[in-house]
Every structure is written in C-alpha cells, then in structure tokens.
C-alpha cells in the first residue's frame, strides 16, 4: 500500500485557494441573515406635556421586535399590582405587562424599522491562517444577542428568540 505525503505547503496553498468560495458561503449567510433578522422598534411619545414622566424617559428606546421595551413603573403599579421597579411592555397599551397605571390614557406608538437590525449584519474578509480559513459573519447592535436567543423577564413575562443568525448558516449550509 502506497502512502501519499503532500509536499510541503501544500495545504497552506489549497487554503489559500479555497478563501474566495469560504467568503462567497459566508456572504450568502449573510444575506440569509439579513432576510430573516427582525426588525426594530422604537418608543414614540406624542411630546407634548401631558405625557407621563416613565413614557417620557422611554422616548427613543429601541429594541429588537422580539423584544420588550423597559420602562419605569408608577409606584401605584409598584405598590398594588406588585410589579417591580421596571415594567416591560411588547409596545405602548401592552396588557401583559399587568402595569395598569402604565397604560391608562396611553398615547405613545411604537415605530418599526424592518432593516434595525439587517443593517448591521456584516461579513469580514477571509483569514488564512496556515491550512484553516475562516470568514466571519458578525452582527453588533443592541440587545441582538437576546433578540437571537430570547430572554425571560422579570414577573415570568418571556420573549423568545427568532434565531436568525442560526437559522441563516443552517439554510446556507443546507443547500446542494
């Protein structure tokens, strides 16, 4: 039986030459990412002086979609609903944070931005390093690691994670 033995820097050279089709996979990532990130939202009030001072110091908060916005409680929530020191709300009027006083006469909206978190979804160049390649495929922006995973809030209020970054490299990586 023969034994082959690749000359010397042989598999650093073939590493170099697999780094273009490495990055060409790690893009279609992440594009893939970019389809299926969630979107963004953002706390809006009306801004006049009728506004509550917790909706006021929300103003401009955001989030990913997934995700829920924290505002601070009204001591009456505090003291008879027995919520905490924050409360956290899917949007403005949210039933199910319980916070009655939170969302009594409430007139903020929340804005959605469908690229708030695609925009920041990147891919870097191919590294070479001896016989390995690697590319990587990043997303930095706020809360983008709970908005992945999901998170449980105070009060066992939940948000699950949309799992776009993973669901990306799985369907990339599932093609023939």
């Known amino acids: 039986m023969a034994k082959f033995t690749p ?47 917790t909706h006021v110091a929300a103003n401009g908060q955001e989030i990913p979609d997934n995700l829920r916005f924290k ?10 609903r027995g919520v905490g020191p924050h409360t956290y709300m899917l949007k403005p009027l949210d039933q199910s944070s319980r916070a009655v006083a939170n969302l009594k006469n409430c007139r903020c909206s929340a804005h959605k931005d469908p690229d708030g978190i695609a925009r920041h979804i990147n891919t870097g160049q191919p590294i070479v390093a001896g016989k390995k390649v690697m590319v990587t495929v990043s997303v930095k922006a706020p809360l983008v690691v709970e908005a992945e995973v999901g998170t449980v809030y105070p009060g066992n209020l939940r948000a699950e994670g949309t799992w776009f970054m993973s669901r990306a490299a799985a369907t990339v990586a599932a093609r023939p």
């Open 71 to 80: 505002i601070t409680s009204m001591r009456w929530n505090v003291e008879h």
């Open 7 to 53: 000359a010397r820097g042989l598999e650093e050279q073939l590493a170099r030459m697999l780094a273009p089709a490495v990055h060409r996979i790690a893009r279609q990532v992440e594009i893939e990412a970019k389809r299926l990130a969630p979107p963004t939202k953002r706390w809006v009030t009306v801004g006049d002086n009728r506004v509550r001072p």
